[in-house]
């Protein structure tokens, strides 16, 4: 990208220019060599947007209740931006997403925008990739980024990390307190929805839920997350779910904990994005081919791998290979 | 860990020591310090274990397909490995692996070791580290490394990209062709198993999977992928599909094909080597106390992480500060 279309692309974003919105996003979703100076850039618009994490098991209901919350957000003349993050497969969930994308795309408002990411998990980019777009929403206007996960795993748990509040999400049926438990929910989640609340077994499952909260590790000054019962598909306990997380928020902001958990997010997209230039400028132009080479030595003189990994580590890293030349600041 | 430590290690694995190949894999998993010599050290003992890939969706019946494959290469004496990745979480495929491990555990076989790995999805390294855990199997002696995965996202398409064989298995119910394909499996196969062969439908399901396969693009002399029926849980189709498996492997082997992928493999395993190589060294010491401090001026000062991140790059990147040190060679 030239430094014009660079400069057109940022006028035209913050005009608030929908399609220049997805564009970027793309940009940065595909690691393009423009990405690094554009979220330089948009930087200094970011920090009016709250960043909500939505986590739980598959089946809980947690696009109904995203897209009840958006609804709620935007009755308040309140924009909001949505990342759905699907790192898992077509098998599970990807028709779920692909049924959301169709929605929104039918009912254009100004003050919602939707993307969901799902092929980039083998880069171990996700949750940054994921955190970065949360940025393009901020500077674009949004007041609330809404980061929604479709599985549990790890990757997941990353992805919410970044957030400021993790909402987690669960459903009488959807896995017992045990299940969240194993899968780490307990112990990350700040505001807990029990959703499909009008169902059978959904006290006994708060309950469940309840106690397995009580074993977390407390003080007297800690926070303790409620469990909002909801029924998100008839907006049921929005509002509550709203109220509570105003209340972390308060409380974070009160205790230092806020601040301490943005150094955390601010220390990991530093250390990503210094990783990802070192790694752009490792193998670009000569680096490239002497991977190649290496590659054919192991290959063609049954050469240790490992041991050309070694070698390949100090070649590269001396001789200011790494250090910026045309590229400066790309990513 | 020391070098005498490490001498020892070596000579136990040599030796056929079943927990010091457990610990090793831990070591590799973990990325311990030592897990860069260990691997260059154990590298020259491979070259024997032909690696077998093996995904499909949920439900497919995988687990019970290689249980039986497991047997066949036993009966003939040959020794095997099972590598089951689990990026998910314990929601979907967590209580699957749990079996498994239960049942391996309570009939100890010396030439069978089965290892699941669940949590390093975030690190993006999954499938690199798959591939050093296959190195470890291999040097260990075995003639079969079986890479299991339980879904098929992204990260499952990684893992088996670094086999030599790519086994897909599907069910009549556990997803039609079109959702196959959709998950990029039909591209990736190189021989199909259409599983529960007995159940209502699979002849139709057979000829949907064989009318996706005709859509691959192929010239006369490329590999026609066979689908091989099956019924996993009594046996049936497993010979059959070693058969198959040998014939692929020989035409690798006579169009040259296997070269090339043996080829991208290692030059895969050289890339991820060296980046963790450097990354190592980037974050130890001052790199850390550096971040440290970037991350303190973005939350204070409200200092622009992309902007810190593009300085602390140049910064690490010269003086030789990535040069090997004290901790040469290791990753």
Redesign the interface.
Known sequence: MNPKENRDLLEAFSQGDRRTLSRLISIVENAESGA?PL??EI??KT?NAFRLGVTG??GAGKSTLIDALVKRIRLRKQKVGVVAVD??????G?ALLGDRVRITATEPDPGFFFRSMA???????L?ATASEVSDLFDAYGMDFVILETV????????VVAVSECTVVVLAPES?DSV?AM??GLMEIGDVFVLNKSDREGSDRAAKDVQSALSLRPSSPSSWRPPVVRAVASEGRGVDELLEAIGRFREHQSQSGEG?ER???V??E???????R???Q???RDAGGRE??E???I??EK?G???????Q???R???N?R???ASE??SR
Chains 1, 2 share one sequence.
């Open positions: 690094g979220l330089r930087y200094p920090g098991p598959p790192p898992s497969s077509p098998f599970t990807g092929t980039r998990g083998s880069l171990g980019g949750a599985g549990v795993g790890q990757i997941e748990l990353d896995g299940q194993k899968a601040r943005r150094r955390r601010l220390r997209k530093i250390r990503e994005a210094t990783e230039i070192l790694r400028r490792l193998w991977l190649d290496a590659a054919r192991a290959l049954h240790n791998p490992y041991e050309l990994a070694a390949l580590a100090s590269l890293a001396s200011g790494l250090n910026p400066e600041g």
